[in-house]
């Protein structure tokens, strides 16, 4: 059984905006989708990186909570001035401006989207080779979790990998992902919260798998909550399942087929 990190999904007010948005950064709206109950469209690098899917729910309440998971979404860039300005451009409010960090060999700014999702972009010197060459792409997403090795260890059982650990003033942090295919997911620990973490805005990530019946059974190995048994889709060639991670995180897994 292989296991890889799909895309993240998280609900925006206005799904035409946030296209426009993303799309200004550099990066490309390569699908769009309407289901019974959102409107929905993924934006990424057609040269890789990780994937963002966008939903724009259809009985959306009046107000909107970005909650407490969902951290921050990393773009990753060769020329971090120019995405800030068009970010600005576009409307963004602005937490930093491009700096130069003394700790890694990185310049880093941080934007707030239309709905006010926190977006680091980030211009690392230099990028591995095997980074995309042409415009902006996604790195990893980061959620919020009350216990990070509890976490780790759920995201292993599903087949993924920690490929990186790291400590900074405020969070403990982890990586996990399969290197090399799919996107990353970044686990954060807070050290001086004790508020509990909230799903507000954040609707699910995806993890894809060649065997949907083996993972769902891993996951409820591990402890995690059934929330759909793995069911065929009429629609498309995938068959899928739902659990609940650690901290409640919706998680689709997702088989797809060629017949």
């Given at each position: 059984m292989e296991s890889w990190l799909g895309q993240y999904c998280i609900n925006v007010?206005?799904?035409?905006?946030?296209?426009?948005?993303?799309?200004?950064?550099?990066?490309?709206?390569?699908s769009r989708t309407e289901i019974e109950q959102a409107s929905e469209a993924i934006v990424e690098s057609p040269e890789g990186g990780s994937k963002l899917q966008l939903a724009?729910?259809?009985?959306?309440?009046?107000s909107f909570d970005l909650g407490t998971a969902f951290w921050k979404l990393y773009?990753?860039?060769?020329?971090?001035?120019?995405?800030?300005?068009?970010?600005?451009?576009?409307?963004?409010?602005?937490?930093?401006?491009?700096?130069?960090?003394?700790?890694?060999?990185?310049?880093?700014?941080?934007?707030?989207?239309p709905d006010g999702y926190l977006v680091e972009l980030v211009e690392r010197d230099p990028w591995p080779r095997d980074c995309p060459n042409d415009g902006p792409w996604l790195g990893q997403y980061c959620i919020n979790v009350s216990d990070i090795?509890?976490?780790?260890?759920?995201?292993?059982?599903?087949?993924?990998?920690?490929?990186?650990?790291?400590?900074?003033?405020?969070?403990?942090?982890?990586?996990v992902e399969n290197p090399g295919t799919g996107s990353k997911l970044q686990l954060a620990q807070q050290l001086h919260s004790d508020e509990p973490v909230r799903m507000g805005s954040m609707w699910k990530l995806y993890v894809n798998t060649d065997d949907c019946v083996a993972l769902h059974a891993a996951a409820l190995g591990v402890g995690a909550k059934s929330v759909l048994e793995p069911i065929r889709l009429d629609r498309w060639p995938t068959t899928v399942s739902f659990v609940s991670a650690p901290d409640d995180y919706l998680v689709e897994l997702v088989q797809r087929h060629t017949d």
């Open positions: 007010t206005d799904l035409e905006r946030s296209v426009a948005f993303y799309t200004s950064l550099g990066l490309t709206c390569t724009q729910q259809k009985e959306q309440a009046e773009v990753n860039t060769r020329d971090v001035a120019t995405v800030f300005e068009r970010a600005v451009a576009q409307g963004a409010s602005v937490d930093t401006a491009p700096a130069r960090l003394d700790r890694w060999p990185v310049t880093v700014g941080f934007v707030r989207d090795e509890r976490s780790i260890a759920f995201f292993e059982a599903l087949g993924l990998t920690c490929t990186s650990q790291t400590e900074i003033e405020h969070a403990h942090e982890a990586i």
